[in-house]
């Protein structure tokens, strides 16, 4: 019983050792997060949804803090080219994506993510070269622009990845 404590201090200590390292330096699981993140997004900002079809599980679950529950890719993909697609664009906050490996399913991604709403092309480049255009009205005050937290559970399978579970809150 006496060493009990410090082993279990002693692994507490590696596992905290083991969490900044892959943090503070990118990993390779990491970078390739990141790029996920980055692909997954460029295909819905350009409402690419053979794109996204190809990286959302068939059996995704999204749970959204003010939407509620939303199953499967086809809801998924539906949401998007209803509510997002030409609406809004979404960014990641710089400094804020955080990845953790799950042992022989995938990764966690975490993070902060933006929203640039219509009325936002001169304060963000991109809706411009997305075609956003049809929303500039030079006399209109702009509209806030939106932050949430998100996280989304990658898994690897036959080498391919894709997203299986969505969490997005914090709105």
């Not at 529950?69 to 086809?74: I, S």
């Not at 809004?88 to 993070?111: D, H, S």
């Not at 963000?124 to 956003?132: R, S």
């Not at 049809?134 to 080498?159: C, M, N, T, Y």
């Amino acid at each position: 019983m006496q060493f009990a404590l410090p082993k279990s201090f002693f692994c507490l200590l590696l596992l905290g050792s083991t969490a900044a390292f892959t943090q503070s330096e990118p990993s390779k699981l990491f970078e390739t997060m990141q790029g996920l993140d980055t692909q997954l997004f460029d295909a819905a900002n350009h409402c690419d949804y053979e794109k996204l079809t190809a990286m959302v599980d068939e059996n995704l679950e999204f749970y959204h803090d003010q939407g509620g529950l939303m199953l499967g890719r086809q809801a998924f993909l539906d949401s998007i080219k209803h509510n997002t697609c030409g609406v809004m664009i979404r960014e990641l906050v710089p400094g804020t994506l955080q990845v953790y490996p799950v042992k022989g399913y995938g990764a966690i991604e975490m993070g902060v993510h933006r929203f640039h709403h219509p009325g936002h092309e001169k304060e963000f480049p991109a809706a411009k070269q997305l075609g956003m255009t049809r929303f500039l009205d030079p006399g209109a005050s702009e509209w806030p622009v939106g932050e949430a937290r998100f996280l989304h559970i990658w898994q690897l399978k036959d080498g391919s990845w894709k997203l299986t579970r969505v969490v997005s809150y914090a709105h």
